[in-house]
């Protein structure tokens, strides 16, 4: 069982920055592939982000070249840095963990809310 807790979402102007957190707690959090998805009104939750335990990324496109996903295996954490953020990325950002080896063992965050307005 894992469980995850995000941190850091807000309200923020058009180009501005936020920075988002996962902590995770339950397992051995190196076993598990990381990943923020986001969900806007009325759209279907979306990957944004993703981290092996080997550091290797992966991006949506629309987010390429302004977010960067990183994780502490130290400290359990995964973070999401958004840079120039626009009104587009409103939405809730939600934390996932899946296991390497046991698809079906995957997991969620409660969800953070991300606001890009003037």
């Known amino acids: 069982q894992v469980q995850l807790v995000e941190s850091g979402g807000g309200l923020v102007q058009p180009g501005g920055s936020l920075r988002l957190s996962c902590a995770a707690s339950?397992?051995?959090?190196?076993?598990?592939?990381m990943g923020w998805y986001r969900q806007a009104p009325g759209k279907q939750r979306e990957l944004v982000a993703g981290?092996?335990?080997?550091?290797?990324?992966n991006y949506a496109d629309s987010v390429k070249g302004r977010f960067t996903i990183s994780r502490d295996n130290a400290k359990n954490t995964v973070y999401l840095q958004m840079n120039s953020l626009k009104p587009e990325d409103t939405a809730v950002y939600y934390c996932n963990a899946r296991h390497i080896i046991i698809a079906t063992s995957e997991y969620w965050g409660q969800g953070t809310q991300v606001t890009v307005s003037s």
């Open positions: 981290i092996t335990r080997g550091d290797n990324t």
């Open positions: 339950g397992s051995i959090f190196s076993m598990y592939v």
